[in-house]
């Protein structure tokens, strides 16, 4: 310990809470409307300081969306056992994961994860299953010398094993170490909106500039304005327009959107990691997937016994062979279908090995079930040596060839051709057979003489019930499907076929080239893949990302770790280790397969209702730019103070662009969301300018009007403008729409007429000739609107 050759992983990532608030708290719009918000309340004018809600909200959400991002890396580990058993100065001790030291030696029993890598001292038909690691379905058998990974688990047998390399320098920290850096999930929308932010941030400086110069000389110049204190008034009227110009509530609204969307999914068990992953699934065009535990439930379960010459007691001698302590975990899948009633009692058994592939026991008694039985490979059973050695099977059984000479008669090649048919089909086979006696001690790996085949045992792996349906959906939808899996690709097109794909067979990825460009048109023209490395995983995701593609991957492994971390959106399974699910965005709580669509349709929702809403906010951004920029060239002042902006807001843009956005939306996701949104807010927001500036033109020879009569008519004309926008983007209107629509209109023409509203937003009723300009103005702009919104119709008809 005192030389840290312990088992104790560092807890870091690359982002402390400090530095998440920092990220989250102090950026450049934060600052400009903090900055604002303050000036305002030392000002007095702290009606006009409403808009500092909503910097709070971004920078609250912001903070805890990181946050829990960051918590779930710290909590990133492969294991999953809490306590670790190790054998210290002959007594068995159960201590922490972390506590274990190099050389200590592990007490490995069925059930347990390996805590850290190890070399096996001793063995009794110790098996670990490595999937959560390679991806290899089968257990492994570790006979003394063999070394355990950290984070495989002990599936069979017993033994112990003396620890080579802890904490960081073992394989499975190894492994996960690309995993453990910090990355957000690929969103089109908040890269989007990020756009639109560096284009704000890149026009505000001269834009105020402008405005200031527009305020000052529209008071009679800089000396006037000096003399007569004004500063008040162009500060109020400077960060009003500042204000107008930063979409706060549409950076807002997708963060709520993303939390409501969380939330939902939440409530059908499926957990998401970080909120923007919400609207990942949507844009997926490629939906890469592991095979165990992913289309599989993972792990096997007994299929059929093919009789071959049944003999008495054969039931019996499978149910020992399932319920013997030391069984591998293919032969304790047969306790489900045979059970033991004690009656036989073994006196001698060999244990199963990976390298001979079977395993016998002879029983006492005189009955035919007392004699000795072989479980094995058909292959490993039935092609031996004359003496019972075990031997490698023949590339042509009739033929001795330059290696010790085999017996194999025509009933064993029927009966290994038989295997071999059941083993293309995806079925796991092993062999039952009767011989006379287990060889003496020192020859373990000799079969007895004279082997007897009785019957052909079948296993399976079990397809998730909802598998099938969910790929036919996704197929129906224009996804592309690809298995990739570690185990034998034969194996993986079985299952692949099993669940409705159309797969001949699958591409083994010992074959896969190293040529970048070459890799990209292998994984184009595959959808099955066997073989595959951890490595390999993760340059399949990339090839078919530079393909352009944008690739979403499931999975439940370790091995599967680095791949899901690089795909756009990263899937897991309830099954998967803790790091799969730390990298992972999304996590299906309940293992249920079918949960994707509906994480599609809420990704299709969250997309097309925040570009729906983002074409309100992006028309008040160019309008309000557009207007400070021409009321400044033009040296009048700004035609709204900051609350007055706070109330057409509210009622043209924020208040119902919070029901749209949680309203349900079908529409199929179309890439492309900033341009089509920017193509109708443009020309939406120059529409308004151009209604303002006719309106504040008209203003002097419309009779005498004070500045607050002139605010509070283009106050009318904005919202007039603004609410046909609403209308155009509602559309196809149906009754929630249309409900809030006309709610919204209700309450413009409620808040007009109310005397504390005009006191608070200092609205007036302007003269009667400036009044009917006012609604003039907003009809011709309404009409304009009207004419962009049929035209952006007919170019981007929504699916």
Not at 207 to 215: D, K, M, R, S
Not at 428 to 446: I, N, S
Not at 758 to 763: G, I, N, R, S, T
């Amino acid at each position: 310990m005192e030389r840290g050759l312990t088992n104790r992983v560092p807890d870091t990532t690359s982002r402390s809470l400090w530095q998440i608030f920092r990220a989250n708290v102090f950026t450049l719009f934060n600052a400009i409307v903090g900055t604002s918000f303050l000036l305002l309340l030392l000002l007095g004018q702290w009606r006009d300081a409403l808009f500092g809600l909503a910097a709070v909200g971004n920078a609250v959400i912001g903070v805890v969306e990181e946050y829990r991002a960051k918590k779930s890396l710290d909590r990133l580990a492969v294991l999953d056992a809490p306590r670790a058993r190790v054998l210290r100065e002959g007594k068995i001790h159960d201590i922490a994961t972390a506590e274990v030291v190099r050389d200590d030696v592990l007490v490995l029993r069925a059930g347990d994860q390996v805590t850290a890598d190890a070399v096996v001292l001793s063995s009794a038909g110790l098996e670990v299953d490595e999937s959560l690691l390679t991806g290899e379905a089968d257990p492994i058998d570790k006979d003394k010398g063999a070394e355990v990974l950290s984070g495989s688990i002990v599936v069979g047998g017993h033994g112990r094993a003396k620890v080579v390399r802890v904490g960081t320098a073992s394989f499975a920290s190894k492994l996960t170490t690309d995993a453990r850096r910090f990355s957000l999930v690929n969103s089109e929308i908040r890269n989007s909106l990020n756009r639109v932010l560096r284009w704000i941030a890149w026009i505000l400086l001269p834009v105020a500039i402008l405005v200031v110069n527009g305020e000052v000389q529209a008071r009679g110049g800089w000396q006037a304005a000096v003399s007569a204190g004004d500063w008040t008034a162009i500060l109020v009227g400077l960060i009003a327009s500042m204000i107008a110009v930063v979409p706060l509530g549409l950076v807002l609204l997708t963060s709520v959107a993303f939390a409501v969307g969380g939330l939902r999914l939440a409530g059908h068990n499926v957990l998401i990691q970080e909120l923007a992953a919400v609207e990942g699934l949507a844009r997926v065009d490629i939906l890469c997937m592991d095979k165990t535990g992913t289309l599989t439930e993972g792990g096997l379960v007994f299929d059929a016994v093919h009789p071959l010459a049944p003999e008495p007691g054969w039931e019996q001698v499978l149910a020992w062979f399932g319920a013997e302590p030391e069984a591998n975990a293919t032969a304790r899948c047969l306790s489900t279908a045979f059970e033991d009633d004690g009656g036989l009692q073994a006196v001698s058994s060999v244990p199963f090995s990976s390298a001979r592939k079977w395993s016998g026991v002879s029983f006492n008694g005189r009955t035919t079930e007392a004699r000795t039985w072989i479980l094995g490979a058909p292959e490993m059973v039935l092609v031996r040596d004359d003496d019972g050695a075990l031997a490698d099977p023949p590339s042509n059984p009739e033929s001795d060839g330059a290696g010790p000479r085999r017996s194999v008669d025509l009933n064993d090649e029927d009966i290994l051709r038989r295997a071999g048919d059941l083993a293309a089909t995806g079925l796991r086979t092993l062999l039952l057979a009767r011989g006379d006696q287990l060889p003496g001690a020192g020859k373990p790996e000799q079969l007895p003489a004279s082997l007897r085949p009785v019957a052909l045992l079948t296993f399976r792996e079990q397809p998730r019930s909802d598998a099938r349906d969910t790929l036919e959906f996704f197929r129906n939808e224009g996804v592309g499907l690809k298995i990739i899996s570690g185990d034998d690709p034969r194996t993986v097109a079985a299952i692949a076929r099993r669940v409705g794909l159309d797969v001949a067979e699958g591409f083994d990825a010992r074959s896969l080239p190293e040529d970048p460009q070459h890799l990209e048109e292998v994984m184009e023209a595959n959808t099955v893949f066997g073989r595959v490395t951890p490595a390999q995983k993760r340059q399949m995701v990339e090839a078919l990302q530079r393909r352009g593609h944008t690739v979403a991957m499931t999975g439940d492994g370790v091995n599967d770790a680095l791949a899901l971390k690089t795909a756009d959106l990263g899937i897991a399974m309830d099954s998967a280790a803790p790091a799969t699910k730390a990298v992972s965005r999304l996590v299906l709580l309940d293992g249920r397969f079918d949960r994707l669509p509906g994480v599609l349709a809420e990704g299709r929702q969250v997309i097309a209702n925040i570009e729906r809403v983002s074409s309100l906010f992006l028309s008040k951004t160019v309008y309000a730019t557009a207007i400070a920029v021409t009321f400044g060239l033009l040296q009048w002042e700004f035609p709204f103070l900051p609350r007055q902006l706070s109330f057409t807001d509210g009622l043209t843009i924020g208040i119902p662009a919070f029901f749209l956005a949680l309203m349900p939306n079908p529409r199929r996701y179309q890439a492309g969301f900033l341009r089509r949104s920017l193509w109708f807010s443009g020309p939406a927001g120059l529409i308004v300018t151009a209604s303002l500036l006719t309106l504040n033109a008209l203003a002097p020879l419309a009779g005498t009007a004070t500045p607050e009569q002139v605010s509070s008519a283009s106050v009318l004309t904005l919202s007039m403008v603004g609410l046909w926008i609403l209308s155009a983007v509602s559309r196809p209107l149906n009754a929630g729409r249309f409900a809030v629509l006309v709610a919204m209109c209700a309450s413009l023409l409620i808040l007009l007429n109310l005397p504390l509203a005009q006191d608070f937003f200092l609205l007036s009723r302007p003269p009667n000739g400036l009044l009917l300009a006012s609604v003039v103005c907003g009809a011709i702009g309404g009409c304009g609107v009207e004419v962009l919104a049929r035209l952006h119709a007919r170019s981007f008809p929504r699916r």
